[in-house]
């Protein structure tokens, strides 16, 4: 099975950069999807193939990737970004999800 | 636009079964895969099962394997989840997913005597 690692919590101040990694060997052959999920909620894709935006999200979320990991990126973060991020992958019709990342937005 | 909502959840016992259902509607059900993932409380996301298009093809988490069977029908629009053997740690919130793309606002299952 595969195994994909985030940071279990990121803080930034409103306005600046946040940067979210998920890491694993799976990343190199399959793209990721990126979750935003806030309390008593459903998750809600913010990108996907790596890179992609559905419409609705801001564009202050980006995505990239390098070899094994992956970033999301939220440029000039606002409080209501605040949520849990959780990235995920599929291989062979068997998905994994990262432990997700606490992102706070103060 | 997609809508996706879950039923079925409750408290039951250890050892005991569930069946877990999915209605989908705004989109093309029999066009798309589906999934069902969980989220124990205060945890992260898991992912539980894959069901292709025609409902032929399934995959399982190792967490869930033999204890879990994924199916749909399409005619019905509906996804299902059938659960037996139920364990404590089998307790969260149950999501049904349209591919991994859109969710439901999941069902709460509680296993406890």
């Known amino acids: 099975s595969y195994e994909l690692i985030q940071p279990s919590s990121v803080s930034v101040s409103p306005g600046q950069t946040a940067q979210i990694t998920c890491s694993g060997d799976i990343l190199t052959k399959k793209f990721a999807r990126w979750f935003q999920q806030r309390p008593g909620q459903a998750p809600v894709l913010v990108m996907f193939?790596?890179?992609e935006r559905p419409s609705g999200i801001p564009d202050r979320f980006s995505g990239s990737s390098s070899g094994t990991t992956v970033t999301l990126t939220i440029s000039g973060a606002q409080v209501e970004d605040e949520a849990d991020y959780y990235c995920y992958s599929a291989s062979d019709n068997a998905g994994v999800f990262g432990g997700g990342t606490k992102l706070t937005v103060l | 636009q997609v809508r996706l909502v879950e039923s079925g959840g409750g408290l039951v016992k250890p050892g005991g079964s569930l069946r877990l259902s999915c209605a989908a509607s705004g989109f093309s059900f029999s066009d798309y895969y589906m999934i069902w993932i969980r989220q124990a409380p205060g945890k992260g996301l898991e992912w539980l099962s894959y069901i292709n298009y025609s409902g032929d093809n399934t995959k399982y988490a190792e967490s869930v394997k033999g204890r879990f069977t994924i199916s749909r029908d399409n005619a019905k629009e509906s996804l299902y989840l059938q659960m037996n053997s139920l364990r404590a740690e089998d307790t969260g919130i149950y999501f049904c997913?349209?591919?991994?793309?859109?969710w439901g606002q999941g069902t709460l299952v509680t296993v406890s005597s």
């Open positions: 193939r790596g890179s």
């Open positions: 997913g349209r591919g991994a793309d859109s």
